[in-house]
């Protein structure tokens, strides 16, 4: 008989806010870094960061995935937590394909949905620069979907580290990091340091895991917070890193992509600052209308990061070739208050658009299905893991390159996603994951 599972801990409202605020916080920043352009019959696009330097300091506060890494570890360790006490292999095999399914699904619903138009698009005879910039726009986002497959199939690993080392582990990884940065600035081999996305997220969404347990006391918190502001300002004053938060074209060095210890560090004030902040919080958001609220934002965050760049197309199609939507000089105070009306725009499509998705939420917030064969359940779990590396990889192909690399379908990208889907859905039958229950039990 299994023993009972773990009571759950009271609700954390603060830190749903902190999710659902973060990606529209990055929606927001998106939005107002996507200066389309058109003149003389083209379409194009201006980088204010470029033309504008001093906006790099801007990203600070937009660049806020950090939080949302953090209370997605915290949230992975209260459903982990929910297991039975004695699982094993099956459980923890279902407890991955259950939360990798949930992203697949809408996921590859948006996947198909922009493959389709760019098809069409194409056979329509729209010019391929045309279709790459607006594949490149409507994929770019996709990286962060990528990194969060590989932290919570990796999730097991990480309670497990964090019950036997605890902080040592966020300290441990956030030290690979800076060496890893070191190794590959000092050597020039940039490449070195692709692997701070693992180091990077990990260690953050390994902080969300140690706040659940309760080792981050709001004195920890604070302190950490304070070292890394005092930090943050030398690290790109005096050492290698640039002021953005982004990549911006040009910078030897980028902080997020890969994400570096200026980025990092970024992170640690941002979660200091805020997770000190939880309790507070938490007593203010229980009352009145909040948790309604808070509860409907997080039932549609996912629809919102996942499809928030299709107004900006779809805007930018009608609103600048009509001359709806001016374009004043950049920088200019004209090209800012351009720039509020811009966002309103899009806010308005965008509740449209969310409101149409929400209608159809059967259909496009719907988990990947998953079907049940006769093979053993070391080979299910194998195909689980090598399904969600293949889904992720994939998306981080079409974040970097776009749904129309050099005006046509990415067909390689798109073919491993499908067969990391595919492979993600195959599960053992009921009867042989009962059978292993009764083994491990006996």
């Known amino acids: 008989m299994p023993e009972p599972t773990a009571p759950s801990p009271p609700r954390e409202h603060a830190l749903d806010l902190y999710r659902s605020a973060a990606v529209l916080l990055v929606v927001i920043g998106h939005w107002l870094l996507s200066v389309m352009t058109y003149r003389d019959g ?14 790099q300091w801007i990203t600070w506060f937009f660049q806020v995935v950090p939080v949302f890494f953090a209370v997605a570890g915290y949230v992975s360790a209260v459903s982990w937590e929910r297991l039975p006490a004695d699982a094993g292999t099956a459980e923890r095999q279902e407890w991955i394909r259950r939360r990798v399914a949930r992203v697949l699904g809408p996921t590859g619903v948006y996947a198909l949905f922009v493959l389709i138009v760019i098809g069409v698009l194409s056979t329509l005879g729209i010019s391929g620069t045309v279709l790459e910039l607006g594949g490149w726009a409507v994929a770019m986002h996709l990286w962060f979907l990528a990194v969060y497959l590989m932290v919570v199939a990796l999730t097991p690993l990480a309670v497990a580290a964090h019950r036997r080392w605890g902080l040592a582990v966020p300290v441990a990884l956030g030290a690979c990091l ?3 940065d070191a190794v590959g600035i000092s050597t020039h081999h940039p490449e070195i340091r692709m692997a701070n996305y693992f180091f990077c997220w990990a260690a953050i969404y390994q902080l969300g895991i140690a706040f659940h347990d309760g080792l981050l006391s709001r004195r920890t918190l604070v302190s950490t917070a304070v070292v890394a502001a005092l930090t943050l300002p030398a690290l790109v004053t005096w050492g290698p890193y640039p ?21 990092l560090a970024l992170a640690l004030v941002q979660i200091g600052v805020l997770f000190a902040l939880v309790p507070v919080l938490n007593r203010i958001l229980a009352r009145g209308v909040w948790p309604r609220v808070i509860a409907l934002a997080n039932e549609n965050v996912m629809a919102l990061y996942l499809w928030h760049m299709l107004p900006v197309i779809v805007v930018t199609l009608i609103g600048y070739p009509t001359g709806l939507l001016p374009q004043p000089p950049l920088g200019s105070g004209a090209w800012w208050l351009a720039r509020l009306e811009w966002e309103l725009v899009l806010a308005v499509v965008a509740a449209g658009l969310l409101a149409l998705l929400y209608w159809q939420r059967r259909f496009v917030a719907a988990p990947a299905p998953t079907v049940a064969v006769p093979i053993p359940g070391a080979l299910a779990e194998a195909l689980l893991y090598a399904g969600t590396a293949a889904c992720a990889l994939a998306l981080a192909l079409l974040s970097a390159n776009g749904f129309a690399p050099g005006g046509r379908l990415p067909v390689s990208a798109a073919a491993l996603f499908l067969a990391g889907t595919v492979l993600v859905a195959v599960r053992p039958l009921a009867g042989d994951r009962a059978s292993a229950g009764e083994k491990r039990g006996s």
């Open 42 to 55: 083209a379409f194009g696009r201006d980088n204010p960061l470029v033309l504008m330097p001093w906006t």
């Open 243 to 263: 002021i953005a938060m982004i990549g911006v074209p040009g910078d030897r060095v980028e902080n997020s992509a890969p994400p570096s210890a200026a980025l």
């Open 178 to 180: 800076v060496l890893v």
